[in-house]
Structure formats: C-alpha cells, structure tokens
C-alpha cells in the first residue's frame, strides 16, 4: 500500500482535528507549509507533522 505524502486541506484539518478554515490561516500565516500543484493545494504530510512537534515544543 502506497503511503500519502501529502493531502488536502480538509484531510489536513481531520488530522489536527480542526476545521479546514484554519488550515487556511496557517497557511497564510507560514505555520504551515503547503504546495500547489495545478489548481490544488497540497500540504505534505512532514509539515502537519513540523507543525505539531512546534507546537508541543512551544507548550512545554
């Protein structure tokens, strides 16, 4: 089974378990990184992961 490198903002905000407005905020703000390719947005899977282990550093 092939493993997702990255997905779109909704799948992305299931992951942090937010709503996709603010996996668009993020991204506007460059907390999150993201690509687009043709007419899609496409946040690699290593920046939710960046941007979670900032955030666990920035709590603890």
Avoid: H, N
């Amino acid at each position: 089974m092939i493993e997702k490198k990255s997905v779109r903002p909704a799948e992305a905000a299931a992951l942090l378990g937010v709503c996709r407005d603010t996996v668009y905020v993020l991204m506007r703000s460059g907390r999150l990184r993201s690509v687009k390719l043709g007419r899609a947005r496409l946040i690699p899977v290593a920046a939710i992961e960046e941007l979670l282990s900032a955030t666990e550093e920035f709590a603890a």
